[in-house]
């Protein structure tokens, strides 16, 4: 027999297929843990990314026209169509988002899989990138090869900053894709609904976070100096 007092307990039992733990009374209860959670892991990544832009900063700062030497051995076409590759996937998981609050199961997982596309798209370009990069010999290392003698060790430095700012943005992609395919079979199932789909939400909010710190990226590495 049910005990009236307890309505979470029997909201609990009402479904196998429903999202609310146990600890929580209501999914609204749930779904604001969820998001003060990835906020707050958000801005663990804020303080991440922030200290290596501020090491850029500085170097920067004390050696900028070789910093402006070694920019422009990247390829700034290619780093521009990955911005615009890379906006868009922004939109499509936008979209997802917004399929996800109509309770639109297809919707969502259409447009997760546009955003799988996009993001392929741009790691396809940045491994590209790499392979330029090593094929010219200016990986930062023994095998460097530099043209002027007088600015060699701050060449290394800024590319040392391109790969490891790249690097890791680019980890952070290749870790939002394995979620963003396990999203896809989740919706697939039907797991998402107009009253839960906290999990997309929150996946929206670290791709957005991902696409904002290429944003960042693609000035500070790309366009120093170019005029």
């Known amino acids: 027999m049910t005990n009236p007092h307890t309505p979470a307990m029997a909201h609990h039992a009402t479904s196998a297929k429903n999202p609310l733990a146990i600890q929580f009374d209501n999914l609204e209860q749930q779904r604001f843990a969820a998001s003060l959670g990835m906020w707050s892991f958000l801005a663990t990544e804020i303080l991440f990314f922030g200290g290596a832009f501020l ?93 002027n003698p007088a600015t060699i060790g701050p060449a290394q430095l800024f590319f040392s900053f391109y790969f490891v700012l790249t690097g890791c943005h680019a980890v952070h992609m290749i870790i939002g894709m394995a979620l963003l395919l396990i999203m896809w079979f989740k919706a697939r199932r039907g797991d998402y609904t107009a009253e839960w789909h906290a999990a997309v939400e929150n996946m929206g909010l670290y791709w957005h976070f991902v696409d904002c710190v290429w944003v960042f990226l693609f000035p500070l590495l790309y366009l120093v100096d170019r005029a």
């Open 55 to 147: 090491g850029y900063a500085v170097y920067r700062n004390w050696y900028p026209h070789a910093w402006a030497e070694a920019s422009r051995q990247l390829d700034l076409t290619w780093g521009t169509i990955n911005t615009a590759v890379l906006l868009g996937s922004s939109l499509t998981m936008a979209l997802a988002v917004d399929e996800a609050r109509q309770g639109k199961s297809r919707g969502i997982a259409f447009f997760l899989m546009l955003t799988m596309v996009f993001g392929t798209a741009f790691l396809g370009i940045k491994a590209y990138e790499y392979w330029h990069k090593w094929h010219e010999h200016l990986i930062p290392g023994t095998s460097f090869v530099w043209s």
